[in-house]
């Protein structure tokens, strides 16, 4: 797989709904991740994005890497990439943050060499994006999962949205985000 510069560019709508789709034509179960996945539970995009979180199945990878390579898709480097985690981006910009698990047998994707498991829950959700159905991760994972690092502005717009909207309690790094007078996100 070649190499391909970063060179952020927004990750819209319709090209989100493009890749799902054609992951999904080959039979691969995909999950929205991340800022989309957020958005997709939400119902509606609440802010740019740079790239598109994905979850599959460790045994997809090799399909999804050619179907993304035929596309001008290749590795972009990245002091974090792994192979169950690691980005794919074309020459225009795009990226896709592919998380890659292994389902057990009671259905959770253990993530990883240490054995993180997303619990089964975790998968179970739909949202929409564009007018589209997709599975995503759902809203109380997300919250989760948006801890333990270093947290951007995105983070606390994305984790007070879905807090608001799903009645979840705000993690202790977002405390302070959670207001008495605050109307609850609609």
């Known amino acids: 797989m070649s190499q391909v510069q970063a060179s952020m560019a927004e990750m819209i709508a319709i090209e989100v709904v493009d890749v799902h789709a054609m992951v999904r034509s080959l039979g691969i179960d995909v999950w929205i991740d991340g800022g989309w996945g957020v958005d997709a539970l939400l119902g509606k995009q609440t802010r740019p994005h740079a790239d598109l979180d994905i979850v599959i199945q460790e045994k997809d990878l090799p399909v999804l890497r050619r179907l993304l390579e035929e596309r001008g898709y290749g590795d972009v480097e990245r002091d974090d990439t792994s192979p ?5 981006g074309d020459d225009k910009g795009h990226e896709v943050d592919v998380h890659a698990m292994v389902l057990d047998s009671e259905g959770n994707g253990v ?31 997300l ?12 983070d606390f717009s994305d984790v007070a949205a879905l807090c608001e909207r799903f009645g979840i309690e705000y993690p202790k790094e977002y405390a302070h985000l959670k207001r008495a007078d605050e109307p609850r996100y609609s």
């Open 111 to 141: 993530y990883g060499p240490r054995g993180a498991v997303d619990q089964a829950p975790a998968l179970s959700r739909t949202g929409t994006i564009h007018g589209h159905t997709v599975r995503c991760i759902a809203a109380e994972y």
């Open 84 to 88: 169950w985690n690691f980005v794919l």
């Open 143 to 154: 919250v989760k999962f948006h801890t333990g690092y270093e947290l951007h502005d995105s």
